[in-house]
T-cell receptor
Framework: DVKVTQSSRYLVKRTGEKVFLECVQD?????MFWYRQDPGLGLRLIYF???????EKGDIPEGYSVSREKKERFSLILESASTNQTSMYLC????????????FGPGTRLTVT | GENVEQHPSTLSVQEGDSAVIKCTYS??????FPWYKQELGKRPQLIID?????GEKKDQRIAVTLNKTAKHFSLHITETQPEDSAVYFC???????????FGSGTRLQVQP
């Protein structure tokens, strides 16, 4: 079974803080993704990575950055958290040579006060 | 970029009835269309997908149809059961692009 884990289920941060969200997958997947999920807006892609140290902007990258130093780990960074970044953050991974299916982590609910 | 619209946003059906969720996409180069199911408090999971070289795919009580000319695809669930209650997301992707563009989701409620 593919396992995708995220560092926290719930996180509360203050405006202006630097926030790190971490995602780890154990199946040697090449692709990793970060989405945010908001009611009525579905899943919106923030960034994705198709290899170590490689990244591409998604649809809503503003205010976020990412890091992928090891194949199994993909970090999302909020350089200076703002209240409009309060959301559910979902990480996913996939192995395109085998299938396009994305495997999701359990999500991190981030509240910025 | 790709834009995926999904309707309806909420759907309530009686147990045993059928449910249909529709999506339209904007990028004619899109060729992969998955559907994900997210139960309350859980992570999204793939339930069925279709590629642009076929018009319909079935898996037990669920089916997906694709109309490339009209750029829309639909999820059909027959003989709905209470455990089908969840949020369903459609998505689209084109060849060479590793990422998916998701629709806004449909909350399906199956009334016993």
């Amino acid at each position: 079974d593919v396992k995708v884990t995220q560092s926290s289920r719930y996180l509360v941060k203050r405006t202006g803080e630097k926030v790190f969200l971490e995602c780890v997958q154990d199946m040697d997947h090449e692709n990793m993704f970060w989405y945010r999920q908001d009611p009525g807006l579905g899943l919106r892609l923030i960034y994705f990575s198709y290899d170590v140290k490689m990244k591409e902007k998604g649809d809503i990258p503003e205010g976020y950055s990412v890091s992928r130093e090891k194949k199994e780990r993909f970090s999302l960074i909020l350089e200076s958290a703002s209240t409009n970044q309060t959301s559910m953050y979902l990480c996913a991974s996939s192995y395109p040579a085998r299938s396009y299916e994305q495997y999701f982590g359990p999500g991190t609910r981030l509240t910025v006060t | 970029g790709e834009n995926v619209e999904q309707h309806p946003s909420t759907l309530s059906v009686q147990e045993g009835d059928s449910a249909v969720i529709k999506c339209t996409y904007s990028d004619s180069a899109s060729n992969y269309f998955p559907w994900y199911k997210q139960e309350l408090g859980k992570r999204p999971q793939l339930i069925i997908d279709i590629r642009s070289n076929v018009g319909e795919k079935k898996d037990q009580r669920i089916a997906v149809t694709l109309n490339k000319t009209a750029k829309h695809f639909s999820l059909h669930i027959t003989e709905t059961q209470p455990e089908d209650s969840a949020v369903y997301f459609c998505a689209a992707s084109r060849a060479g692009r590793r990422a998916l563009t998701f629709g806004s989701g449909t909350r399906l409620q199956v009334q016993p």
